[in-house]
Structure formats: C-alpha cells, structure tokens
C-alpha cells in the first residue's frame, strides 16, 4: 500500500514547457523528500522540505509542502530533455521507515 | 569512496531457487535500507539497519526473505525458495543519522523464470 499519490503517473512534454507534479496524502509527514531515478539507477535525492508551506528552488525546479504537511509539489520550468526521469517523493516521520509514493514519469521530447 | 555498491546488478533465476544480493553502503553510514520496486511503482521499505542491529521489518518482507548486516559494513539480502511474484529491483540505500539523505545503489534486478 502506497501511503502517497502521485499525479499524473505519466507525463510527456515538449523542451520548454513547464510542468508542475503532486504528491498527496491523508497522512501528516514531518518531511519530505523529492527524487529522480533514471532507467536502471537508484533514485538521487533533489531536496528536503520540512516546514508547512516551505518553499524551496533549485534552479528550474521549485518545490513547496503543503501547510498541512500532507501534501507537496514540483514545479519544473521551462523542462529540458535532462529533466527525463521518474520523479519520486518519500515522506517519513520518524527519520525511520520512508513511504515513496507511486512515482510520475516525465519525457521531455527534444 | 565511490557511492553505494550492490552485486550483482542483474540476477535471472529459476522459481524455487535461492538467491542472495550484497550492498556495500558509504564506509562510514551507519543507516542502511532495503527496498523493493516494481515497474511502475515506487520503492517499497522492506526493512533497516544501525550498525549492524536490523531495528525494523516491514510486513513485505515474509519468512523466506532474511537480510544481515554482520559487521556493520556490508548487507546481504537472501531470498529462499524464489517466486515469480519475487521479480524485481532490490535497492539498498545507505545514510549518516537517522532522517538524513539517502543515498541509493544501481540496485539489483531480480528475475524469476
């Protein structure tokens, strides 16, 4: 059972375009993190948001957690093939056990 | 130091078949993780380690699955007696303090005929 949702499952844009991914959950995390896994690799961790309602960029890709801390999403800007992958987020609560959500997997056509 | 290790990187076995996948974490994490994914899907928690003490097991991971971490170093992950239903990337992930980022291997992809 996936505690998180992720939407869309799949997402397929021209370079430039901007998209935005959700992360949604009835549960309350005390944070959550955002990957990027690439066919055949492990996922690498983008950011970590802690606080409701913190927002944090980095480069094209901004992220924000929800105020009630159960939600969160990612905004990329002006997408670039680069940018191909399954995006992830994870919550925990306890530092302990992380719950990953079901994944979105974009393509950014050149 | 190069990153987390797992060996092999592709695993094809008969149903029924035992199987045993090694993850080498950053030398000095002290957290080590297991998880399980599906095509399509997100990793799924199987189970953890602090130092070499196995702190949590998720529901997922039945009788048949047993995971080590001997010395406190590297971890296997066996499999006995392999299903079909058992076909997928084992990823293992490695961490300073408890909370902090994870860093994941290539993982391992296990194929059961």
């Known amino acids: 059972t996936q505690l998180l949702e992720q939407s869309p499952q799949f997402l397929s844009i021209q370079e430039g375009e901007n998209l935005t991914v959700y992360c949604n959950s009835s549960?309350?995390?005390?944070?959550l993190q955002w990957y990027r896994q690439e066919p055949g690799e492990g996922p690498v961790l983008l950011v970590t948001v802690v606080t409701g309602g913190e927002v944090k960029k980095l480069k094209r890709l901004t992220f924000q957690f929800g105020d009630a801390r159960k939600d969160s999403s990612l905004h990329i800007t002006a997408a670039q093939p680069g940018d191909t992958g399954l995006y992830l987020c994870?919550?925990?609560?306890?530092?302990?056990?992380?719950?990953f959500g079901t994944g979105t997997s974009l393509t950014v056509i050149p | 130091d190069t990153g987390v290790s797992q060996d092999p990187r592709h695993k094809i076995t008969k149903r029924g078949q035992n199987v045993t996948f090694r993850c080498d974490p950053i030398s000095e994490h002290n957290r080590l993780y297991w998880y399980r994914q599906t095509l399509g899907q997100g990793p799924e928690f199987l189970t953890y380690f602090q130092n070499e003490a196995q702190l949590e097991k998720s529901r997922l991971l039945s009788d048949r699955f047993s995971a080590e971490r001997p010395k406190g170093s590297f971890s296997t992950l066996e499999i006995q007696r392999t299903e079909q239903g058992d076909s997928a990337m084992y990823l293992c992930a490695s961490s300073y303090i408890p909370g902090s980022e994870q860093f994941f291997g290539p993982g391992t992809r296990l194929t059961v005929l």
């Open positions: 549960s309350v995390f005390s944070s």
């Open positions: 994870a919550g925990t609560n306890t530092g302990n056990q992380f719950y």
